[in-house]
């Protein structure tokens, strides 16, 4: 297991993986930067605080994209990669005394832990200042590398994490069934927005009117209705075709009209209808959608 503290005496290296290569940094008053954490968060962002800190001990670059994806590869999955092993054997002292123990800082435990195994005469940690010095490695890198340069830096970032991407979803062989599941996933949390939409309309719209909840029980319908009728004082005979055209039902239709001219539910106000409606209008539009999205699945199966 990876070490949580560091020790009274040591030398401090931190291992930062780049997408052009591998960097281990050097500290050697590595007990003062750990016993002073608000200093080292004050150096992190100024170059020149940060760089009496930290000094570049020795940096590989990949050789080749092919070989910079095969290494974040061995990364991601907590692998020591043999470039690695090769690297931080060359660059760091595998002899260690009583006055002087060499730790190696890294920022991902797995990774660690893989180290640790490998290399047991260090003392391999992922805690203490080891998160702030990577911030700070990671703020500044393209600058701590001679002849790397921002635009170079962020070139090698993109190549490789788009290679990485592609990698990942080449191999994952339950692609397909994943679109499915998502698709599924999806047209569940719809139909649970569309419910959560339709509980506040209905509530909030029987203050005005509230014997039309007990006509008309669908969702949908009723959102549309609102949408007809902003204000029970509009139902009038007048309304009894477009009123027959959205719930499908004349009988429907006509004690909508005379629940409306004897109902007892509130006046509405203009802050009133302007909070309601557009609910309204995104509930409808949300179960439209859901009903699409439900019918070209059953065409598709």
Same mark, same amino acid.
């Given at each position: ?25 050097? +500290? ?122 921002? +635009? ?60 039309? @909840? ?49 109902? @007892? ?37």
């Amino acid at each position: 297991a990876i070490q949580e503290n560091f020790p009274a005496a040591m030398v401090l290296f931190v291992l930062f993986e780049h997408a052009s290569g591998y960097a281990l940094f050097k +500290s050697i008053a590595a007990e003062e930067i750990g016993a002073e954490m608000d200093e080292v968060q004050e150096a992190v962002l100024d170059l020149a605080k940060f760089g009496k800190v930290l000094k570049l001990q020795a940096f590989q670059p990949f050789k080749t994209g092919a070989n910079a994806l095969e290494n974040m590869t061995s990364i991601s999955e907590g692998i020591l990669h043999d470039d690695l092993e090769n690297f931080l054997e060359a660059n760091i002292p595998r002899i260690c005394t009583r006055k002087s123990k060499s730790t190696v800082g890294v920022a991902d435990t797995r990774l660690g832990a893989a180290i640790q195994e490998k290399f047991t005469q260090w003392i391999v940690t992922a805690t203490g200042v080891v998160p702030e010095l990577l911030r700070g490695i990671r703020l500044h890198f393209h600058k701590l590398v001679q002849g790397l340069g921002r +635009s170079a830096a962020g070139k090698a970032q993109l190549g490789l994490g788009h290679s990485y991407s592609r990698a990942k979803v080449k191999f994952n062989v339950h692609r397909i069934d994943n679109m499915i599941i998502q698709s599924i996933a999806l047209l569940d949390q719809l139909d649970k927005d569309i419910n959560t939409f339709s509980m506040r309309i209905k509530e909030w719209y029987s203050y005005h009117f509230p014997e039309l @909840m007990k006509i008309v029980g669908d969702n949908h319908t009723y959102a549309r209705l609102l949408l007809c009728i902003p204000s029970r004082k509009e139902l009038t005979s007048d309304k009894l075709d477009e009123l027959e055209a959205v719930v499908s039902d004349s009988d429907k239709a006509k004690a909508i009209i005379e629940a409306g001219r004897t109902s @007892m539910g509130e006046r509405v106000c203009l802050k009133w209808k302007l909070t309601v409606f557009p609910l309204c209008r995104h509930g409808y539009s949300s179960a439209r959608f859901d009903q699409h999205s439900a019918f070209r699945q059953t065409s598709c199966e």
